[in-house]
Structure formats: structure tokens, C-alpha cells
């Protein structure tokens, strides 16, 4: 008899929720379909397959003729389904309750639509904690698989992971697969041959040895320059026939067969852990640039294998530290989610928990390789569905609510009417960092701070003309030049863009400074904590008043003034009214030019329904959004969006010169180095002169309108 392998080949099929039909379309007609047409056509051979709930929501709609192949294919016993979070929440960022929630969504709609009960599921992005063996052995499943990297951290050699393991969290049961990184990194770039003969070179007498293969199914079609070789040069075609000619000692099984066939390697416990590229983007940047380093060096010595099990990136939930929009999203999330758990009608919490688990889909919640958090409709699409959720929760007698919404330890207001939530935060220069309109479902503020990422390269590397072929390998390993045009558009903001933020600049500053975030701040108010001093609801609006004693430079002069800023938001109308006073406490008279910046996350798409009125005038050289203009004299200012139906109506009391900008990141995304663009500051700039004792006032005010 010839020494045998098991073999598991498992595909992971995924789009973000928030994602354009156009794209989500495109990866169905490169990858799933053409993949799960040439499995139909190999008799033999046996796939696992796990699609989230994103894509079965859009099989239904757009595809039922892929949902009947699969229940073919289940009937023929070729196809194990995998279960999982149903919209594909990072697990151990949502309470346990939506945990259970989501897999009971995800193996309901299993059971009704195939007559299928799944045996065990996929964890996203494989991010891993301990605990998590409660909610899915409670949720009757029996296995998990996880990648490498998991194993190794648990002192595992890779050599000892031909096989399965259980772990147990208090008293629960579940079953762990090995996800083999040499494998997952082989197929489908290496030729077929390399990959048939490093599957025979793991054979064995015993034949009780298992192999996983496990990633995403966008690779086997999708990923940029995937579709000509996998299916035009026929690769997996190839590889399928290959598996069915070595089929006498080669084992084409998935993972419920292993479990019934074999006994367990051992017991043993992972700690948190996920595969080693998103541990490595989970780290801060510097450390992320001195993590590569100890790599590179550790590869050039040629002992990545020997180290591999001591030397580990980040934790993920660093990931809302390293960026605070995510963070903001996330504590959003944990909100909405307290607030739905206590609807008492069953039908309307249904209808609330399914837009709470749209919004908590991981995508916007981290960036690494992908743009993730980095593409503005993944985060416009969480704050959507979180304040649809919002939305059926009824209204509510209260106008305001000082809690730690943020838990960082530093109290927030939440100030709100029937149609508007606005979230201060006084820690934090008094600003405020989320604007939710309600009749629209958005949160009109979100916006994105630019930032230094590990993988803005040095001046010395750019090239006049950057390459964005992909090259026959892994993603994770495709390397990227960027041209000068690109690298010009990196700028990195020192502050975090949220909006009624508080400058005071120099008269000589100029529009393009205040762009690329060049300009020398002359005051200390930007994120610097203001004192809460008044907050309360009033006959017509809800009132928040906070004040700063801080310094600004005059001349060579710092001189002390105080800061007062008072939010009144209406009760009855969409209407927030800001009272700026500033009152020189110094001994000189102080001639000062204040800046005050919002920042609102708008869309450039269908451009001509989506534009900028002054003076409620259109002018044909800067109402485009994305426009870098100046305009003095200015005391109106609207922001109409005939696509999402809202007007953004900005009126001062007396005049302002109005600076306008694009806020464009540049990210690394499958494709290569990309500008996106993700909302526009408007800065207020006005100047003043006060005397000792004396004070400035100007007003500000925001009404929305929805246009429907």
C-alpha cells in the first residue's frame, strides 16, 4: 500500500457589507462561480466552503442559481458548508450575546435553505480568543480551523500539526484544524507539480496525517491578475485533475470526515492570536517598522522556522487604539447593541439586530493589506446600519447624556433632538466627533485623519511612474513602487479631523499650509481638554457650555486667554448654534486670526448631484467637493448631497474667509497604492482684535435639512 495524505481544501468567500453591487458582482463572476463550476465538474473531489452572510443575502437576490448548485453539491455529499457570524463580525469585538446571535443567524439560515446543519465555522480573519470556545460549542458546532501561526504560540512544532486538536474553555468542547501557511502560500502560485509533490512528500505508512488548506476564494479568481491563470490557463482545473489522478494516496476529505475517522493529536490552549500579517498591521507603526526589521534579519539568517513560534506581532484589538475612527465606530457599535438588547417589542428587535449586525462587519474596523478601514463606504456603510438600528429604538425623552462612550477614561456628551446625535467630547478639544442625522441614516462626520502607514515609503524610493503588477504570489508578499504623483499626495494630519476644532494661526498663514497640515498653531486648544460648565436642557434646545484658560503666541508673545464654546442644539428643529467667546485675560491688546475647522465625510461619486453652494450660489470654479478654494466675505455656506438627500446649511453672524480642502489618504490596497478621498474641511477664519478684559463673540451655525 502507498503511503497516504488527507487532504482538506477549504475556501472562504466574503465581501464587506457597505461594498458596491458592481464589485461584489464582478468577484462572483471571476471567482465564486467559476470556482464552484469546476468543482462540479470533478466528481471526486470534496471542497469546504464557508460565504458569509453578506453573499448569501446576495446569492438570494441576484443568484439563486449558485445557492441551488450548492444544495446539489450537498446532496452529492462533495460540498461541507461551514457556518459562521453571520455578516462577519471580528468575534471577540461584539458582546457574547451577538456572538450567539450571529452563528444562530448563520446556522438557521443553513438548516432552512439547505436542510444542512453545519458541524463547524469559520472565525474571521481567524482572530482567536480563548473564551471563544463557550459561545460556538454552545452554538452546537464541533470544530474551528486556525492558521499557523496560532499553534506555534501554543509551543507547537509545525511538524507535530498533521492532525486535529481539541481545547476547552471550562468544561466546552471544540475541535481545532491547523490552517497550513506553506500551503495556504503555495497554492495557487506555485506550479501544480510543486504542489502535488509537497503534498506526497507529507505522506505516510499510517495515513492518518491531515493537511488544510484554508483562505479566502477571492485569491482563486479575483485578486488582481488571478482570473487569466487560474481559469484561462486552467490552474485550477489543473490542480483538480491532479488530485483525482493521485487520488489512491491522495485523500480529498474535509473536515466532519477527519473528525469521525480519527482521534484527536492532543489537548492543548491557544492564546489570543490570529495569522501573522494582521498581527504585524495590528502594531503601532514604529513598532511595526522595528518588527519588520527583526524579521528581515531573522529571514536573511534563514531562521524564520527556528523563531517562528517566539516571535509574534500585536494584538487585534490594538487596532482601535492605533486608529481612533475605528475605535469611535466600535464604541458606537457597543452602544447600539446595550440599547437594542432592551426592545421589548420581538418584532421590531429583529428588524434592529439584523442592522446591528450589518454594522458590525469587521471590515471598516482594521486596515492592513486591504483598504478596510481606509475606504469610506465601509465606514459609511457601519454608521448606516447602526443608526438604522438607532432608528427603531423609538424616541426618547432624554436631550442629553454625559457617559464614557469612549471608555478611555474621560467622559463624552451625547446631545441629541428626534433627528440629531451629536458626540462631544471635552477631553478632546471640545469637539465634536460624530454627527448622526437621523432621516438619512449618517453620520455626516465621518471623516478620516491622515496618517503615517508602514508602508509610505522613504522619498529615496518613489519613481517617477509606479508599477502595479501583480506578480505570480501571494498578496501578502506582492510588492508595490509608488510614483511621484502619489507620493505627493501623503500628507499627515498632527491632529485627529473632527470638527468645531480650534486654531489660532499666524496672518501670514496661506490655504495650501492649512492643507498639508504645514501651518504653525499659535494656541493650545486643538486636543487639549476643555472644562464642562454648563450642561442642561432649556425651554427650546439642549445647552452645552465648555471653557479653556489657555495661551496663544502673539508675536514673540505668549499671552493668556480664555476660551468659551457653547452647543445649542434645538429641540424642534435640525438647528446647532455654536457661541464662540474669547476674552483677553492678558495685559496687552491681542490681535488674533482663528481658524475654526469642520470637517464633514462626503462622496465624489455622481459628482454634478453632489456640490457646494456660497451665498446660495453654485460657481462653476469650486462647487465640487473635492475643490481646494478660498472665498472671502462668506456668512453662508451649503452642502448638498441630492444622492444621500441632505443639505448641510453652515451661516455665520459676521463674515469669514472660507478655506476649503480635500481630505485624501493614501493606502495600500490589493491593487497597489491608491488616493482616496475622504471628506472635505472647511475652515472659518476671521480676525479679531480684543483688549485686556474684553471679549470676542462670533456665532456659528449648522441646520440639516433632508431632502425628501
Known amino acids: 500500500m502507498p503511503a497516504k495524505i488527507n487532504f482538506i481544501l477549504c475556501v472562504h468567500n466574503h465581501q464587506p457589507a457597505g461594498n458596491f453591487h458592481d464589485i461584489i458582482e464582478s468577484a462572483y463572476k471571476k471567482a465564486y462561480k467559476p ?19 453578506v453573499l448569501y443575502d446576495f446569492y438570494e437576490r441576484y443568484h439563486p442559481e449558485y445557492l441551488e448548485d450548492l444544495k446539489n453539491l450537498i446532496a452529492e455529499n462533495r460540498i461541507e458548508l461551514l457556518s459562521g457570524a453571520y455578516y462577519e463580525p471580528i468575534l471577540t469585538l ?60 501554543a509551543g507547537l512544532n509545525e511538524e507535530d500539526l498533521m492532525g486535529y486538536f481539541v481545547t476547552e474553555e471550562h468544561g466546552d468542547l471544540l475541535s481545532l484544524f491547523h490552517i497550513s501557511k506553506k500551503i495556504r502560500y503555495m497554492i495557487p502560485y506555485k506550479s501544480v507539480r510543486e504542489c502535488i509533490d509537497y503534498l506526497r512528500s507529507l505522506a505516510t505508512d499510517e495515513a492518518d ?34 488530485l483525482s489522478e493521485n487520488s489512491v494516496w491522495l485523500n480529498v476529505t474535509t473536515f466532519s470526515e477527519i473528525l469521525n475517522s ?13 495569522y501573522a500579517e494582521l498581527m504585524e498591521w495590528a502594531l503601532p507603526i514604529d513598532t511595526q517598522l522595528r518588527f519588520r526589521e527583526i524579521m528581515q534579519e531573522i529571514v536573511s539568517r534563514g531562521e524564520e522556522e527556528k523563531y517562528s513560534g517566539f516571535i509574534r506581532g500585536g494584538f487585534f484589538r490594538n487596532f482601535l487604539v492605533k486608529y481612533r475612527e475605528a475605535d469611535r465606530m466600535h464604541k458606537k457599535m457597543i452602544e447600539v447593541s446595550e440599547r437594542v438588547k432592551f426592545i421589548k417589542d ?45 432608528n427603531y429604538l423609538g424616541e426618547s425623552d432624554l436631550t442629553f447624556i454625559k457617559k464614557d462612550f469612549n471608555i478611555d477614561g474621560h467622559p463624552e456628551v451625547k446631545i441629541m433632538n428626534k433627528d ?25 462626520l465621518n471623516c478620516i485623519t491622515r496618517r503615517p502607514e508602514a508602508y509610505h515609503p522613504p522619498i529615496e524610493e518613489i519613481v517617477e511612474s509606479g508599477s502595479t503588477e501583480i506578480k505570480h504570489q501571494s498578496i501578502h508578499l506582492a510588492q508595490f513602487n509608488m510614483d511621484k504623483s502619489l507620493y505627493e499626495k501623503i500628507v499627515y494630519d498632527w491632529y485627529t479631523k473632527t470638527s468645531f476644532v480650534d486654531h489660532f494661526i499666524s496672518h501670514r498663514t496661506q490655504l495650501d499650509e492649512m492643507y498639508r497640515c504645514k501651518f504653525a498653531e499659535r494656541g493650545s486648544f486643538v486636543e487639549e481638554p476643555y472644562n464642562l460648565e ?65 470637517n464633514f465625510g462626503l462622496d465624489l461619486s455622481k459628482a454634478e448631484k453632489r456640490y457646494i453652494q456660497v451665498e446660495g450660489k453654485t460657481s462653476p470654479m469650486d462647487w465640487y467637493f473635492g475643490a481646494l478654494s478660498e472665498t472671502p466675505n462668506v456668512t453662508n455656506l451649503n452642502i448638498i448631497d441630492e444622492i444621500e438627500k441632505y443639505n448641510i446649511s453652515i451661516n455665520t453672524d459676521t463674515p469669514v474667509f472660507l478655506w476649503r480642502f480635500p481630505i485624501e489618504t493614501v493606502s495600500r490596497s490589493e491593487s497597489g497604492f491608491e488616493v482616496t478621498y475622504q471628506g472635505t474641511s472647511f475652515i472659518l477664519v476671521f480676525d479679531f482684535i480684543i483688549k485686556p478684559e474684553e471679549s470676542f463673540n462670533k456665532v456659528v451655525t449648522i441646520s440639516l435639512a433632508a431632502l425628501f
Not at 480519527?262 to 490570529?274: D, G, K
Not at 467630547?425 to 448622526?436: L, N
Not at 468659551?564 to 495685559?587: A, G
Open 534 to 598: 454648563y450642561l442642561n436642557k432649556e425651554t427650546d434646545a439642549t445647552v452645552l457650555t465648555l471653557n479653556r484658560d489657555s495661551y496663544v503666541w502673539a508675536g514673540t508673545f505668549r499671552k493668556k486667554i480664555n476660551l468659551k464654546k457653547t452647543y445649542k442644539l434645538f429641540i424642534d428643529i435640525n438647528k446647532l448654534e455654536v457661541f464662540y467667546s474669547i476674552k483677553n485675560i492678558s495685559d496687552l491688546p491681542l490681535a488674533l486670526r482663528m481658524a475654526i475647522e469642520l
Open 346 to 390: 420581538l418584532g421590531i428587535k429583529e428588524k434592529a439586530k439584523i442592522e446591528l449586525y450589518k454594522g458590525q462587519c469587521s471590515c471598516a474596523y482594521w486596515h492592513g493589506v486591504f483598504g478596510g478601514l481606509y475606504l469610506n463606504f465601509l465606514r459609511k456603510a457601519v454608521y448606516s446600519h447602526l443608526i438604522k438600528a438607532e
Open 262 to 274: 480519527f482521534h484527536p493529536l492532543q489537548r492543548i490552549y491557544i492564546p489570543n492570536a490570529s
Open 420 to 444: 440629531i446625535n451629536l458626540y462631544i467630547s471635552p477631553r478632546f478639544g471640545g469637539s465634536i466627533y460624530e454627527m448622526d442625522f437621523k432621516p438619512v441614516s449618517m453620520n455626516l
Open 35 to 53: 470556482f464552484l463550476d469546476t468543482v462540479k465538474r470533478f466528481k471526486n473531489i470534496k471542497i469546504c466552503i464557508h460565504n458569509s452572510g
Open 94 to 153: 461584539i458582546p457574547e450575546r451577538d456572538i450567539f446571535g450571529q452563528v444562530a443567524m448563520m446556522n438557521d439560515y443553513l438548516n432552512n435553505k439547505f436542510g444542512y446543519k453545519a458541524d463547524g465555522m469559520w472565525v474571521p480573519e481567524r482572530v482567536w480568543d480563548p473564551y471563544l470556545v463557550k459561545p460556538i460549542s454552545e452554538s452546537a458546532l464541533r470544530y474551528v480551523p486556525l492558521d499557523t501561526g496560532h499553534f506555534l504560540i
Open 209 to 242: 496525517r491531515v493537511i488544510v488548506f484554508g483562505d479566502d476564494g477571492e485569491k482563486f479568481g479575483f485578486w488582481p491578475g488571478s482570473y487569466r491563470y487560474i481559469y484561462e490557463e486552467k490552474w485550477l482545473e489543473n490542480f483538480f485533475k491532479a
